[in-house]
């Protein structure tokens, strides 16, 4: 693991410890408790804890005379003067929201990223906030589940690349400087493979699906220096994460010297009892204090219990010091005993929402739209974009076209709607002076059943040159605690496609949603489909440019589009099975012949009514560019532990417009210690290419590269055959071979 600032660690930890060898057995105790704000009043009771020393963290408060004033108290008037940990979820954006994660990861853009998380750092700690409970690195394979919306995916290489870019943005390169958060690596860990893709539930994960998919990403914040951890709400294996030891001490600290300091999720250490892993709080304090939760998120069973289980020899004065520890190490990071500004009001908030900012939003927003349909038009063009010119009247219909709040997604706590412009508001602003806009929403909500805004919509469609409709989810479907049975277009919104599409006219479909949706049915009835996710406060501004060719469509897919629900999980990773389902072997239910024989279909592992493959894979994304893959050379074909590969590919522009592909190199290792996936992603890289011109992208692969945790769960590199494909997404692709000698 390296650490980017080592001395003041250890400056940290020097100081740390004289100060613990100060502190009483009720102050160490206060250190442990994260209080709950008091939407920006400084309650008497909050005064009179902090005073005691009984408080070592608040949450929720963003008020800056509050935040500066509890730190004052905690600082002038507690008898150690030991400031707070301010923690916020500043999960994608804090006045300045940025697309939802998924949404970001779809940029596969590790700068832009890196980017957002430092402007969200930026406005974060001018109202004083010091720590984020961000990056969200949980990996899921299930779009039902309303957090997939926070997470960066459904790969561990993109996933954690991803997640040391959004670190290195929060934390920058020193964590006591004015604009440095300290992050938080969440949910630790399983939390992704929650059943039936309800959230706050269990999962059941083998020890080798874990090592080789659910914890790189976790690994990599750990090499990425990140502050903290936060243990997950859910059911691992049958221990709730916030009791695991194998999690919290095997793997965090032992296998991976993780120094930070670990946060229970909200509650999570008294849900124990409710899980049915304690009897009560006592049980539960006892628990998570064992296996390594340092910091109690809001509830009390450490504050109420701690004591009496020490008086009991149940947990030892040690115990508490190493936690206490670990928190107190992390307030000397972040400067805050030293005068560095952190704890007081800022003198200036003016630059919140400034339009550096909203600048870098709208680049995050065009980056993470992937185009997903662009159908050649009778007239032999393509849909999109949209010709301004022969444009002179624009319908924008739909829910989501003129919601400046909904685009903005889930957990924008602090984002500011005023500052968020909509699609629609956005094509206003652009052809205010040769084309007529209208607008219409067809249906009230994206939930909304009824039909009686039909009407409107056709007579809004019916005499313009182009129809954009805006549909989707509203934020509140997808993140915390807001998972669906059923991910299709909610409400009577696939209606209302079919009656637009009544009119004959090429339909632009533009969708904004926390997850992949079910969209199979109208993929036929629209011309071009542009997926924005929940785009941010730039969200309008952004697709605008995208549909009128201002900007290019560069966005993949960082998860997999189900055809159907009922395909869930469906990943590219997937494993071979013993019985593959193969187009040979796939045999649609409609097509079986009245009483076939049992053993007359294919045998495979497949459905009988939905083909095996996905409606869009993962790495997928069109552009208004075409690119063609050409010469595709390994420096060798053979890898050994010494001797790593380089991958060359020639990629060549072939359209008169410059843009953005997405280079994506997989490999499928075809004889395993175990099973292997038959797709694994191990190098992307984002590159421009000017029009009509050729780009050459090297891209190293060491046998390292090649390793995973085989029978016994140890990490290895086994000598044999590989197969490598460079290409445009994880279904396509250059094809060569290679060996590897471990
Ligand atoms: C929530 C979430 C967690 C969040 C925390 C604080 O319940 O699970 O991701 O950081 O509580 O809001």
Redesign the pocket.
Known sequence: MTNPHPQSDRQADTRAISLLNEMTLHEKIGQLQQVNGNGGQVTEHLRSQIKQGLVGSV??EVNADALAEVQRIAIEESRLGIPLLIGR?VIHGFRTIFPIPLGQAASWCEETIKQGAEIAATEASIVGINWT?AP?IDITRDPRWGRIAECLGEDPVLNSRLTAAMISGFQGEDLSSRGSLAACA??FAGYGYTESGKDYHYANISENELRNVVLPPFKTAVEASVATF?SS?SDLNGIPASASEWLMQDILRDEWQFKGMVVS??GSIKDLSTHGLTANDKESAYESASAGIDME?VSTCYQNHFIELMEENKLSEAQLDSMVLRILRLKFQLGLFDDKGKTKKAERFDHLGNDEFLAAAKNAAVKSCVLLQNNTLKNGKKTLPLNVADTSSIAVIGPLADDAYEQMGTWIFDGDEALSISVSSAIKETLKDNTQVKFAKGVSTSRCNKHDGFAEAIECAKDADQVVMVLGEESILSG?AHCRSDISLPGAQEALVDAIAELGKPIVLVIMAGRPLTIASITNKVDAILYAWHPGTMGGPAIRDLLFGYEVPSGKLPVTFPRVIGQIPIYYSQKNSGRPATDSNFVHQNDIPLRAAQTSLGMAANHLDVHFTPLYPFGFGLSYAEFEYKNLELSCQKITSKAPITVSVEVFNKSDIDADEIVQLYIRDLVGNVTRPIKELKHFKRVSIKAKSSKKVEMTLSAKDLGFYGRDNTFLVESGQFHLWVGADSSSGLFAEFVLEA
């Open positions: 949450i929720n979820d409970f969200m969440k949910h936060m709400f999720d909200w998120m915390e």
